[in-house]
């Protein structure tokens, strides 16, 4: 598979055809299982929420046939986002919490990460960003290949009022205009948080920066999960 760029997304969606056939010719369901997995993830970046609905079905099925921990758990925090986006909080906040029992029992390392951010996107949507600024803040120094929980924080002591520590924790990776944040999974929605918490903080120099690094992506969606 590709390397994820956001640069890439055909060449990323040709491979996921590529392997989705070479499963179906080799009778392989764990392939296949993949193959889903990865269609999701693309056709969400993608905006089809109409494929991606299917592909989440369908991976989700697969999973459950195949009662491999690390794709039910997968398949579990991929639904806690498409209920989230539903604003289906109360049921989000139930499977988040089974999904993350399920990865703490079968060993999935990311399970906390996970789990931190999907209580985050709760807290957002419910107005209580306070509960999680802790948390956040001990996630930012524990997690330091992931940037984003920076953004995460600045972002959230933005929404409680706090500019001191906002801006703070925003000028940490505000050097170079956020260009030399790492190109991976989590590239979309943090830079899109840093560009909210630009605009919050008035500083509108980096934000036309900011703008100008999400703008040939205007047609894709930022996602955590």
């Known amino acids: 598979a590709a390397i994820w760029s956001p640069d890439n997304l055909a060449e990323r969606l040709a491979n996921v055809d590529e392997l989705a056939r070479a499963a179906e010719r080799a009778g392989d369901p764990v392939a296949s299982c993949v193959a889903w997995s990865l269609r999701y993830r693309c056709l969400m970046e993608s905006a089809d929420a109409v494929g991606a609905n299917e592909s989440l079905e369908r991976f989700a099925r697969a999973a459950d046939d195949l009662g491999q921990p690390t794709m039910r758990w997968t398949a579990g ?9 539903a604003g289906r909080l109360d049921d989000a ?7 993350y029992e399920l990865g703490q029992s079968s060993g999935q390392r990311d399970a ?8 985050f996107l709760l807290a957002y949507e419910r107005g209580r960003l306070a509960e999680m600024e802790a ?15 920076w953004a995460m924080l600045t ?6 009022g706090d500019e001191g520590r906002a801006r703070s ?3 940490r990776l505000a050097g170079n205009g956020f260009r030399d944040l790492p190109v991976d999974w989590t590239w979309f ?9 630009a605009v919050a ?3 509108l120099t980096r934000a036309e920066g900011l703008y100008d690094l999400l703008r040939p992506y205007g047609d894709r969606m930022a996602f955590l999960a």
């Open 93 to 99: 906040k139930r499977l988040a919490h089974e999904t």
């Open 201 to 203: 903080l008035a500083d």
């Open 155 to 160: 972002l959230t002591h933005c929404e409680l």
């Open 77 to 85: 925090f991929f639904s806690v986002g498409r209920l989230l986006l």
């Open 112 to 119: 906390p990460v996970i789990f931190i951010l999907e209580e």
């Open 135 to 149: 948390r956040l803040a001990e996630a930012a120094g524990e997690y330091e290949r992931l940037p984003m929980f």
């Open 189 to 197: 929605p943090a830079v899109s948080m840093w560009a909210e918490a």
């Open 169 to 171: 924790c925003y000028e």
